[in-house]
């Protein structure tokens, strides 16, 4: 689903995250059932509860793509929480309150991928891609989420207990950039002395990277000094000194920064040299 290691393991923290929070790890009861697309079992089996709560997600989708404030509420339960992209909360209350038809000028539609579902007794967890396709007056702003949905039964009947949802990363457009710039930014740079130590090197047209004994791995450009790797959120960059050589190699994420400085030349080379964002 993503290619990166870190982008993989960020997404299964969320996930394993939501299914802690409700025992659903704790329980050797628990099973996991997965399916393209639903299908006809009966809802008492695995696959049959999947399929069931598909076509409930869906039901909720459309629900919100309409602005059906009824729709919605009639399959979740009143204590209802909502987890958005941006960690804020909402109530049901909250929810039915935003949501509005239909605007002039949006083309708004959803599909649910991949879906998968771990059940223990009547609590269910449905993980899944939803594919969102967003026109606005013409501009494509769609994206792909990834979501999990709770479902509780109540009285015989499953209602959504949690929608928690957020952005699957996307790599940004590689940038053309002339591969001269990246003479100056070759060596080696450290967080602390002999530390996460980075060595940055040019192969042929490439911008090549490896930490401590890492694997070597390319730095994609966003711009001149600035770079990325894929699947991976977050921007690399370099800061230069008065002599245009790189002086600073900084890993940006969530506004924060992670600076590593040039190793001096002639300082003793660290016993695990090497590089990577």
Not at 17 to 35: D, E, I, K, R, V
Request: proline share 7%; glycine share 8%.
């Amino acid at each position: 689903m993503i290619p990166d290691r870190l982008a993989s393991r960020a997404l299964r923290r969320r996930a394993l995250a939501s299914l802690a929070l409700f025992g659903l790890l704790s329980s050797s009861q628990a099973t996991w059932a997965t399916m393209p697309y639903p299908g006809s079992s009966p809802p008492e089996t695995d696959a049959g509860l999947l399929a069931h709560l598909v076509e409930l997600t869906r039901e909720i989708e459309e629900g919100v793509r309409l602005g059906d404030k009824e729709a919605v509420a009639r399959r979740a339960l009143p204590e209802m929480l909502l987890v958005n992209r941006d960690g804020k909360t909402y109530t049901r209350d909250e929810l039915l309150a935003e949501l509005v038809p239909p605007r002039p000028g949006y083309d708004l539609r959803f599909q649910v991928l991949e879906p998968k579902l771990l059940r223990n007794g009547d609590a269910a967890l449905l993980t899944f891609l939803l594919d969102e396709y967003l026109t606005i007056y013409g501009a494509d702003v769609s994206t792909v989420y990834r979501c999990n949905f709770l479902y509780f039964r109540r009285d015989g009947r499953w209602q959504l207990a949690l929608f928690e949802y957020f952005e699957k990363p996307v790599d940004p457009a590689v940038a053309a950039v002339d591969p001269a710039t990246y003479d100056g930014l070759e060596g080696s740079y450290e967080v602390a002395p002999g530390r996460r130590v980075t060595r940055v090197w040019r192969e042929g047209e490439k911008l090549m990277s490896r930490r401590d004994e890492g694997k070597p791995v390319e730095l994609l450009p966003l711009a001149v000094d600035r770079f990325f790797l894929p699947g991976v959120e977050g921007e690399l960059f370099f800061e230069r000194d008065a002599e245009g050589r790189g002086a600073r190699f900084v890993f940006r994420r969530n506004w924060k920064d992670l600076v590593a400085h040039r190793v001096p030349r002639g300082a003793a080379a660290p016993a695990a040299d090497g590089g990577g964002g």
